[in-house]
């Protein structure tokens, strides 16, 4: 178990660009989730898969991100046209039951 | 909707002053709620699940209690390197999202 991986760690862009984050979850885990994190704020859901599928996508999630899952392994999410409101710290979780393990995140600025 | 509050938002302690983080929600239905850890620019670290009211869970220096309107995390003795903040999260079907609370930042000063 060599728990929740995500690259990159950092990302600076321009407001405008797209920019792509990958997580890798924890191997047996069937489940991936998304989550966005503001400063002073709690974890915000984005999305959840079980494996392939994409079950749930939160309303307040924009048509500018998109999130996939091939083969229910890893999942990326991408943001497109990236707007400074975007500049956030974005969480990947994994799951087998229940609790719900967290990755590093990838911490997004948008200049 | 689901609604999670913590508080205090910030807790300051001296070394080895007990002390308990409260976590009281709002939700249709619970089906486990949890406990974080989460160090500045890192990922929130598991601690605790607990599923029915009046079930308790220890680690080391923290216990976390369930109530059917709240949760509170018991920390005894605290040492400066439990400086941190918590968070809670609630999850209203099985494998499901969590919706979390904004947060304790604990201190503990030496």
């Known amino acids: 178990d060599t728990g929740v991986s995500q690259d990159p760690r950092h990302k600076i862009t321009k407001r405008g660009q797209n920019v792509t984050f990958r997580c890798d979850p924890i191997?047996?885990?069937?489940?991936l989730y998304w989550y966005r994190q503001t400063l002073g704020q709690g974890p915000e859901f984005l999305t959840y898969?079980?494996?392939?599928?994409?079950?749930?996508k939160s309303r307040l999630l924009s048509d500018r991100f998109s999130a996939e899952r091939p083969k229910g392994s890893f999942s990326t999410l991408e943001i497109q046209r990236t707007e400074q409101g975007d500049s956030a710290m974005y969480l990947c979780?994994?799951?087998?039951?229940?609790?719900?393990?967290f990755g590093p995140g990838t911490r997004l600025t948008v200049l | 909707e689901d609604q999670v509050t913590q508080s205090p938002e910030a807790l300051r302690l001296q070394e080895g002053e007990s002390s308990s983080l409260n976590c009281s929600y709002t939700?249709?239905?619970?089906?486990?709620l949890f406990w974080y850890r989460q160090d500045p620019g890192k990922g929130p670290e598991f601690l605790f699940t607990?599923?029915?009211a009046g079930e308790e869970k220890e680690k080391e220096r923290l216990k976390a209690t369930l109530t059917k309107k709240e949760s509170f995390l018991h920390i005894t003795a605290p040492k400066p390197e439990d400086s941190a903040t918590y968070l809670c999260a609630v999850q209203i079907s099985r494998a499901g999202k969590s919706t979390f609370g904004d947060g304790t930042t604990l201190t503990v000063k030496p």
């Open positions: 607990l599923y029915s």
């Open positions: 191997s047996e885990h069937n489940r």
């Open positions: 939700v249709s239905g619970l089906r486990g």
């Open positions: 979780a994994s799951s087998s039951v229940d609790t719900q393990y």
């Open positions: 898969f079980q494996n392939e599928a994409q079950l749930e």
